[in-house]
């Protein structure tokens, strides 16, 4: 009898912490727009914790994260992490970055996308910064995953491309 307790105890918990797990979000991985949309809305936002959990669940489980820059001397480096590594090293600073045009190429089941975006540190504040976002996509016939993605920031010398910037009409 107390077997079948703890057993009984042991489906409900799982199944409450399962039940508090709500994502993947299908708006979030349905579609190539759903997951660039949510790829921005995770990191963006006042200041504490962002949606770690969430941004998990939008990377495949060997996806990596680059970082592409300047330093101070002015040499170039790239910073290589995994997804967890760059989410304990995010600060909890408010942060709302956007996508302001894309530029998408895809082959059968892989897609790659040139996303520009802007940030800034307030909610329709001015803007603060921006760069690109190059980001590969898998497609499974099921969801979209993130594999990989590296950025790099606009600065002096190193301006935004006219043909990824939106196009005046």
């Avoid at 998990?56 to 001397?73: R, Y």
């Avoid at 760069?131 to 993130?146: A, M, V």
């Amino acid at each position: 009898m107390r077997c079948h307790f703890i057993t009984l105890v042991f489906l409900l918990c799982a199944g409450y912490g399962y039940a508090q797990n709500p994502y993947p979000l299908k708006k979030d991985v349905a579609t190539l727009d759903g997951i660039i949309k949510a790829y921005y809305e995770v990191v963006s936002g006042p200041y504490g914790p962002k949606q770690t959990e969430r941004d998990k669940s939008l990377h495949h489980p060997m996806a990596n994260v680059m970082v592409s820059g300047v330093t101070k001397a002015g040499e170039p480096f790239l910073r290589a992490m995994t997804l967890k590594e760059f989410h304990t090293n995010m600060p909890p600073d408010a942060f709302y970055e956007s996508e302001i045009y894309r530029v998408t190429e895809t082959f059968g089941n892989i897609t790659h996308v040139w996303s520009t975006y802007e940030s800034r540190d307030q909610l329709n504040g001015p803007v603060t910064g921006r760069g690109i976002n190059s980001i590969q996509l898998y497609n499974d016939g099921e969801r979209w995953w993130i594999l990989n993605w590296t950025y790099d920031s606009e600065r002096t010398g190193n301006p935004i491309p006219k043909k990824y910037l939106p196009q005046e009409k």
